[in-house]
């Protein structure tokens, strides 16, 4: 079982920056892939970004164009998507997603509650 608290969202303006962060309460945390998706009013999820378990690979959404950065610290079971030039496209529910390194130890994936995160003109 693994329960994921996200936190971070708010309302910002356009060409601001953002921090999210996710924490996750498991035993196991470097056995996880972590990522981030997002959900915008009438759109359909999107993959946002997501790190490996090891921390040697990291990829990103299409959108993202250099503008949002993943990390996370094992010792803290924390995954972290620092936001920058957000624009008012970004506007969503922003949600964090853990998934098992490996299918063979399960095949279940998990999600936080979301955070919120508004960008004004």
């Known amino acids: 079982q693994v329960q994921l608290e996200e936190s971070g969202g708010g309302l910002v303006q356009a060409g601001d920056s953002l921090s999210l962060s996710c924490t996750a309460s498991?035993?196991?945390?470097?056995?996880?892939?972590m990522g981030w998706f997002r959900q915008a009013p009438g759109k359909e999820r999107e993959f946002v970004a997501a790190?490996?378990?090891?921390?040697?690979?990291?990829s990103y959404g299409d959108f993202v164009k250099g503008r949002f950065t993943i990390s996370k610290d094992s010792a803290r079971s924390t995954v972290w998507l620092q936001m920058n030039s957000l624009a008012p496209e970004d506007t969503a529910v922003y949600y964090c997603?853990?998934?098992?390194?490996?299918?063979?130890?399960?095949?279940?994936?998990?999600w936080g509650q979301g955070t919120r995160v508004t960008v004004s003109s």
């Open positions: 997603n853990a998934a098992p390194s490996s299918t063979t130890m399960s095949t279940t994936q998990y």
């Open positions: 790190i490996s378990a090891r921390g040697n690979t990291i």
């Open positions: 498991v035993h196991t945390f470097s056995d996880y892939v």
